[in-house]
């Protein structure tokens, strides 16, 4: 499984910005995929995830701000960011989750850069 993220850069507090994340190779139907970020000295932390039926779930200091989707006949899973903040500066990596054994994938990330 290949996941490649795109869309971050750097953008001024209040900005917008939307991650992409397309995954190809061994993927099953039913899947979960989120969006996890970890900024320097600190630990990867969740920030959404959405399954492929479409539920969704996101860390608190998100809620109302970030916003994720996915195509499933694409593969990919999105990551809309409004009312961006300098404490949302990390790197934002995609993850897939899957069973029958084939278990979590990450990409390699992508960095997004808020400034005041």
């Known amino acids: 499984v290949q996941l490649v993220e795109s869309g971050g850069g750097v953008v001024q507090a209040g900005g917008s910005l939307r991650l992409s994340c397309a995954a190809s190779?061994?993927?099953?139907?039913?899947?979960?995929m989120g969006w996890y970020r970890q900024a320097p000295g600190k630990q990867r932390e969740s920030v959404a995830s959405?399954?492929?039926?479409?539920?969704?779930s996101y860390a608190d200091s998100v809620k109302g701000r970030f916003t994720i989707s996915r195509d499933n006949a694409k593969n990919t899973v999105y990551l809309q960011m409004n009312s961006l903040k300098p404490e949302d500066t990390a790197i934002y990596y995609c993850k897939l989750m899957q069973g029958g054994g084939l278990g979590n994938s990450w990409g390699r990330g992508t960095q997004v850069t808020v400034s005041s």
């Open positions: 959405i399954t492929s039926g479409g539920s969704t």
């Open positions: 190779g061994s993927i099953f139907t039913i899947n979960v």
